[in-house]
């Protein structure tokens, strides 16, 4: 079992930065994908930003050279360092973790997801 505890959400102005945490815990941590996937109001959730435990990374094209995603391992720690907000990027923030796909129907563990609103 892994469970995921997100924090650093809040209220932002445009062009600000926000850097969100998701501690996990379990000791099994270290051999998922994990990183972020977020929901606005109305919208479906998309994905993010993901760090597999090989090291390789990825996000979304939404948030390339604005977002940083990066992992501590010794902390069970995962980040997601975001500058340049801009409006739309308001929305819940969820930390997911996966053995297969980063995929929203394949996810193994979901957080319980931190709020963005950056205001214009």
């Known amino acids: 079992q892994v469970q995921l505890v997100e924090s650093g959400g809040g209220l932002v102005q445009a062009g600000g930065s926000l850097r969100l945490s998701c501690v996990a815990s379990?000791?099994?941590?270290?051999?998922?994908?994990v990183g972020w996937f977020r929901q606005a109001p109305g919208k479906e959730r998309e994905f993010v930003a993901v760090n597999w435990s090989s090291g390789i990374t990825g996000v979304s094209d939404s948030v390339k050279g604005r977002f940083t995603i990066s992992r501590d391992h010794a902390k069970n720690t995962v980040y997601l360092q975001m500058n340049s907000l801009k409006p739309e990027d308001t929305g819940v923030y969820y930390c997911?973790?996966?053995?297969?796909?980063?995929?929203?129907?394949?996810?193994?563990?979901w957080g319980k997801g931190t709020l963005v609103t950056v205001s214009s």
């Open positions: 379990g000791r099994t941590f270290s051999r998922y994908g």
């Open positions: 997911a973790a996966t053995s297969k796909a980063f995929r929203v129907d394949v996810i193994d563990y």
